[in-house]
């Protein structure tokens, strides 16, 4: 169960559309498929396949949404400035199924949860400097560890609406706690061998960032896609034994059939 709900969880935080609410329902449910490449962490050089249900769920309140973004709440708003509450996912990996991590324990799902500001750079809001930090929950449905904080600003372009498109560009280095990185690079000294030296990894920067989506709503139908490419030269970690490769790719793409949905009054 934990191998189909976080991924499904991501795929819909990074696949669902970024039309204008303003020219769309008030909420909207449906059903699909996305297919997900994931490496298996961030420096892994093994990479794992996804064919998951895709929940497509939109909901446009004027405190509360669910879009392109994932979930979030606002908590202060004006003409340039956004406040938030907002939440993101990471995927899972047995160690058992990836060699450098053999006999070490499973990299769990994550939830990410915190405030984000967001700064609109032009009147239009396409540029936006976004400024999300987020603790970080490691769960495997069972029982539920806080593994620290990440924050990861960057730098977007929003396209809104164009003929039907929507969809953005988002760059940025990454940051993260001692706690976090341990979580995913450390070896402790139970787990070491001759080819994997113990590691404590230290907290900091943890590399950059460059992501790409694309999503149309048709009428009775959403298709959407997005690509992001990982890159960990600098980062704190880096001379981890698990760190095999300094950088990494993930993609999706995902159709939903919208089934229900409610205009705003």
Not at 61 to 86: M, N
Not at 96 to 113: H, K, L
Not at 229 to 237: K, T
Request: aromatic letters at 12%; proline letters at 7%.
């Amino acid at each position: 169960m934990r191998q189909i709900l976080i991924p499904s969880f991501m795929a819909a935080c990074l696949l669902v559309s970024a039309a204008r609410a303003a020219d769309l329902p008030r909420w909207e449910l449906g059903l699909g498929l996305a297919g997900l490449s994931i490496p298996d962490y961030r420096g892994s050089d093994e990479q794992s396949g996804y064919l998951l249900p895709l929940p497509y769920v939109q909901y446009r309140g004027e405190i509360f949404q669910i879009d392109r973004e994932g979930a979030h709440g606002k908590l202060f708003s004006s003409e340039r400035v956004r406040l938030e509450l907002s939440a993101a996912a990471g995927p899972p990996a047995r160690s058992d199924d990836n060699a450098a991590r053999r006999d070490m324990p499973d990299i769990d799902p994550t939830v990410e949860v915190g405030p984000s500001l967001e700064i609109y750079l032009t009147d239009d809001r396409a540029w936006q400097l976004e400024l999300p930090l987020r603790t970080v929950i490691a769960t495997d449905l069972t029982h539920a560890e806080g593994i620290g904080w990440v924050f990861a600003p960057s730098l977007n372009y929003r396209l809104r609406n164009n003929n039907g498109w929507g969809g953005g560009i988002a760059v940025g280095p990454l940051y993260a706690s001692e706690q976090y990185h341990d979580y995913y690079y450390e070896v402790a000294p139970a787990f070491a061998t001759a080819v994997r030296p113990a590691y404590d990894a230290p907290g900091g920067y943890s590399g950059s960032r460059l992501t790409f989506t694309a999503s149309r709503r048709f009428p009775d139908f959403w298709v959407g896609a997005f690509a992001r490419y990982d890159r960990l030269s600098g980062a704190a970690f880096e001379d981890s034994p698990l760190v095999k490769k300094k950088s990494s790719f993930m993609a999706g793409v995902g159709i939903a059939w919208v089934l229900a949905e409610a205009k705003k009054p």
